[in-house]
């Protein structure tokens, strides 16, 4: 069962990456659930409807999204934590960055299938 559940985790990881590079907001927004909580690599918290609004208007632009390295742990049958290593370049709010960063998201299983309901991102720094 639990790798079935991790393989259909990295499936929408990968779904969700691609999303986040095209900024397609109704795919974003089927894999985002509505009640999301999301630390910012600031601290600051936004919600799904933040985040769609983002991409909507170009706020956030992924110009470059490379995976490194997946880490997915299976909770139960409809949880599950994935923590990813990304290399990515873009702008965010007209500001431009490029590097690692290290996202961790909880994948919960609902009517609709697997969303991110909760998460955070962090620069990655490694020596």
């Known amino acids: 069962m639990n790798s079935a559940i ?3 985790i990295r499936e929408s990881e990968t779904r969700l990456y691609a999303a986040m ?3 397609n907001v109704a795919e974003l ?3 985002i659930a509505d009640n999301l909580i999301f630390s910012g690599p600031t601290g600051e918290l936004a ?3 933040m985040d769609l609004e983002l991409h909507r208007t170009g706020g956030t632009q992924f110009h470059e999204l490379l995976p490194k390295a997946l880490e997915i742990r299976v909770l139960s ?3 599950a934590l994935a923590s ?3 290399f ?4 965010y709010l007209g500001n431009a960055f490029a590097g690692d960063f290290r996202y961790m998201r909880v994948w919960r299983r609902g009517e609709s ?3 991110v309901a909760g998460g955070s991102v962090t620069p990655y720094n490694y020596s």
């Open 6 to 8: 991790e393989t259909q």
């Open 29 to 31: 927004d089927a894999l």
């Open 84 to 86: 990813a290593h990304i």
């Open 77 to 79: 049958e409809n949880i």
């Open 113 to 115: 299938g697997w969303q």
């Open 47 to 49: 919600t799904k409807a």
């Open 88 to 91: 990515l370049s873009g702008t």
């Open 21 to 23: 590079s095209a900024s």
